[in-house]
């Protein structure tokens, strides 16, 4: 086989980024052969540059910082990107045109799957910046999908746990079971499967403890790089 294109990781969270490596890693070998994966390259800036340009909107910022990101991994030899963090593609239009190489959107790859299997009304779950944002909306509208927001309450609980627990690797009882409250409050506003919209929260969440359906972001991002890697192989 000819050698997967080199996959370029711009990382946000270090739990998020981290799980998306692991994934691309491990699920290689099923389609590479034993111990196999493509080249991988991981870049990231300290997350409190992130929280600080979330906090006040400065999306130029975030965009400044991924591509800060995108230019090494470029100069490392990378072929494409992906972004293992939905919060920080609310600066993706600003990213994509001067970025110097192609990226895969998580929210694009979410809906894709979303509309493959069938769904047809996704709950949103993530942070406070995501759930508020266009990043899923934007996308999934395109498909034709509808969505359910959190509350306000249950969007900012989230995001708090969040930032002070998941991406801490801090995983709390009470933490799961108010995940899967929130997910159950959306199965009954009709939602028939929901999106982990955090990286973090497939940590705690999937289909063995979710009351509907689970679209991981986090792991489906991976398994397409990992297709797009293998089908431009060269």
Same mark, same amino acid.
């Given at each position: 086989?000819?050698?997967?294109?080199?996959?370029?990781?711009? !990382?946000?969270?270090?739990?998020?980024?981290?799980?998306?490596?692991?994934?691309?890693?491990?699920? !290689?070998?099923?389609?590479?052969?034993?111990?196999?994966?493509?080249?991988?390259?991981?870049?990231?800036?300290?997350?409190?540059?992130?929280?600080?340009?979330?906090?006040?909107? !400065?999306?130029?910022?975030?965009?400044?910082?991924?591509?800060?990101?995108?230019?090494?991994?470029?100069?490392?030899?990378?072929?494409?990107?992906?972004? =293992?963090? *939905?919060?920080?593609?609310?600066?993706?239009?600003?990213?994509? @045109?001067?970025? =110097?190489?192609?990226?895969?959107?998580? /929210?694009?790859?979410? /809906?894709?799957?979303?509309?493959?299997? $069938?769904?047809?009304?996704?709950?949103?779950? $993530?942070?406070?910046?995501?759930?508020?944002?266009?990043?899923? @909306?934007?996308?999934?509208?395109?498909?034709?999908?509808?969505?359910?927001? @959190?509350?306000?309450?249950?969007?900012?609980?989230? $995001?708090?746990?969040?930032?002070?627990?998941?991406? %801490? /690797?801090?995983?709390? =009882?009470?933490?799961?079971?108010?995940?899967?409250?929130?997910?159950?409050?959306?199965?009954? %506003?009709?939602?028939?499967?929901?999106?982990?919209?955090?990286?973090?929260?497939?940590?705690?969440?999937?289909?063995? *403890?979710?009351?509907? @359906?689970?679209?991981?972001?986090?792991?489906?991002?991976?398994? /397409?790089?990992?297709?797009?890697?293998?089908? $431009?192989? %060269?």
């Amino acid at each position: 086989m000819a050698r997967p294109l080199h996959i370029g990781i711009v !990382g946000c969270s270090a739990e998020g980024a981290a799980l998306c490596y692991r994934t691309i890693c491990h699920e !290689g070998a099923a389609l590479l052969g034993p111990h196999a994966h493509p080249e991988v390259s991981l870049h990231t800036r300290s997350l409190a540059d992130y929280v600080r340009c979330l906090d006040s909107s !400065g999306f130029d910022g975030i965009a400044d910082l991924m591509l800060g990101s995108a230019q090494k991994l470029f100069a490392a030899g990378a072929d494409f990107l992906v972004c =293992p963090d *939905n919060t920080i593609h609310q600066a993706f239009s600003l990213v994509e @045109p001067r970025s =110097p190489l192609p990226w895969l959107h998580i /929210a694009d790859v979410v /809906a894709a799957e979303a509309q493959a299997r $069938g769904f047809r009304r996704l709950g949103l779950t $993530g942070t406070h910046w995501l759930v508020a944002s266009e990043v899923y @909306p934007e996308k999934l509208r395109a498909r034709g999908l509808e969505y359910v927001r @959190p509350s306000d309450e249950e969007r900012d609980r989230m $995001g708090q746990l969040i930032m002070d627990e998941l991406v %801490r /690797a801090e995983f709390r =009882p009470e933490t799961v079971a108010y995940f899967q409250a929130v997910i159950s409050r959306m199965q009954a %506003r009709g939602c028939d499967a929901v999106v982990l919209g955090c990286t973090e929260i497939p940590l705690i969440i999937d289909d063995r *403890n979710s009351s509907i @359906p689970t679209l991981d972001s986090t792991r489906l991002l991976a398994r /397409a790089a990992l297709r797009h890697a293998i089908d $431009g192989a %060269r």
